[in-house]
């Protein structure tokens, strides 16, 4: 696990979906609030709806490395901000996701922890539900569980079990060798119509051939 993640952590999640293009992808209402930031980490699953209060529940339970998967079901109100993400990353939290609203962004920026969600509100929600921890959570059109890993950057989330992610480590790293060397070859002077197999995949399409647009580097 640990050497998947650490190649996860070097990956960009466009070229995870590339290898997979059925691989699950959070709504992408959801999105980064802290930009240039990279977040891969098992899931800590909460439910907090509208109420705040099970996020002290949720940082106590989270080790080192997690990502807090906070599912909102609607919510009108933040239930994340500032003080959460000061203490999500003291204890070494990888990141917070809300299918929901947050607030404190300038607080949640300086912080530097990725955080995630649907956008912002200045009013919090009621300290009175403890809500639940670690079960299963419908979470920006997925159902996520405890333990599934969260992979985010400024594209989006991508959510599932560890053997999907192993499943195409391999091939999203040799995406991302080729992308690396179709973009050295375009600051060469290279067309990216020459790098790529698009004019014989038009010609085969419109044969009607089985066709796949690949690279020549």
Do not use: W, Y
Not at 27 to 48: F, N
Not at 171 to 197: F, P, Y
């Amino acid at each position: 696990m640990t050497d998947l993640l650490g190649r996860l952590r070097d990956m960009q999640v466009s070229s995870l979906c590339d290898a997979d293009k059925s691989f699950p992808v959070v709504d992408p209402a959801i999105r980064a609030l802290v930009p240039d930031v990279t977040m891969v980490g098992p899931a800590v699953t909460v439910s907090c709806v509208d109420d705040h209060l099970p996020m002290f529940a949720a940082l106590r339970a989270a080790t080192p490395g997690a990502v807090l998967v906070v599912a909102g079901s609607g919510g009108t109100r933040a239930v994340a901000g500032e003080l959460f993400a000061g203490e999500a990353k003291r204890r070494g939290l990888a990141g917070i996701v809300v299918d929901g609203l947050v607030r404190d962004l300038r607080g949640l920026r300086s912080t530097g922890l990725p955080v995630f969600a649907r956008g912002t509100c200045p009013a919090s929600g009621s300290t009175r539900d403890p809500g639940t921890i670690d079960e299963p959570v419908s979470f920006g059109g997925l159902v996520v569980g405890p333990g599934d890993l969260v992979c985010g950057d400024d594209d989006g989330l991508l959510i599932a079990a560890p053997d999907r992610f192993a499943a195409v480590i391999d091939a999203a790293e040799g995406i991302e060798a080729a992308e690396r060397a179709l973009v050295s070859a375009m600051r060469n002077g290279h067309d990216l119509h020459s790098l790529t197999t698009v004019d014989d995949h038009v010609a085969a399409l419109a044969r009607g051939e089985q066709s796949a647009l690949g690279f020549r580097v």
